[in-house]
T-cell receptor
């Protein structure tokens, strides 16, 4: 059974700092891994999608990596800004139904 | 282009009642999935539909049901509501039937059961 874990549960950093969010999964037989952002009370915004054959994806200040052998993915945020404050969720695509297994998220606060 | 749209955005029901939540996928997307997100937790998979057929079902009781219409919109129905059904219900769409496709989520329907 696939399980996804995100550590830490919460993180507070000063503006401008580079930071890394961690995601681990128990079953390496994933077909993709997707990172999302969620603002309080809102839906999920897709940030990056990494297919199982890929090692990383980049979008602006965001870079996500995938290491299937170790069951880990990281989301790197460069030069953090207060507007980056949100909960970040990773989700592993497993099975053959398009089902995503989510972690519990990391809540990020970037202080001005 | 409009993203995934869900209605209603908020609703309050009492125990034992029934609720219907609606979702319109991104134009051109043929797959719709439903997720339940309890406060403080990550979303949990409920259903996936593709071309009006159920592709997958999560670990939810039979009180939960869904369907997809010819225009690819979808409804999630929950019968005999329990307090524990209070959650944010999220709909996601993807382009085709491939399970490797990127999912795009709506803003959700916030259900409160009293």
């Amino acid at each position: 059974k696939q399980e996804v874990t995100q550590i830490p549960a919460a993180l507070s950093v000063p503006e401008g700092e580079n930071l890394v969010l961690n995601c681990s999964f128990t079953d390496s037989a994933i077909y993709n891994l997707q990172w999302f952002r969620q603002d309080p009370g809102k839906g999920l915004t897709s940030l990056l999608l990494i297919q199982s054959s890929q090692r990383e994806q980049t979008s602006g200040r965001l870079n996500a990596s995938l290491d299937k052998s170790s069951g880990r993915s990281t989301l790197y945020i460069a030069a953090s800004q207060p507007g980056d404050s949100a909960t970040y969720l990773c989700a592993a695509g497993s099975g053959n139904t398009g089902k995503l297994i989510f972690g519990q998220g990391t809540t990020l606060q970037v202080k001005p | 282009d409009a993203g995934v749209t869900q209605s209603p955005t908020h609703l309050i029901k009492t125990r034992g009642q029934h609720v219907t939540l609606r979702c319109s996928p991104i134009s051109g997307h043929k797959s719709v999935s439903w997720y339940q997100q309890v406060l403080g937790q990550g979303p949990q998979f409920i259903f996936q539909y593709y071309e009006k057929e159920e592709r997958g079902r999560g670990n939810f009781p039979d009180r939960f049901s869904a369907r997809q219409f010819p225009n690819y919109s979808s409804e999630l129905n929950v019968n005999a509501l329990l307090l524990g059904d209070s959650a944010l219900y999220l709909c996601a769409s993807s382009l085709g039937g491939s399970y490797t496709g990127e999912l795009f989520f709506g803003e959700g329907s916030r259900l409160t059961v009293l």
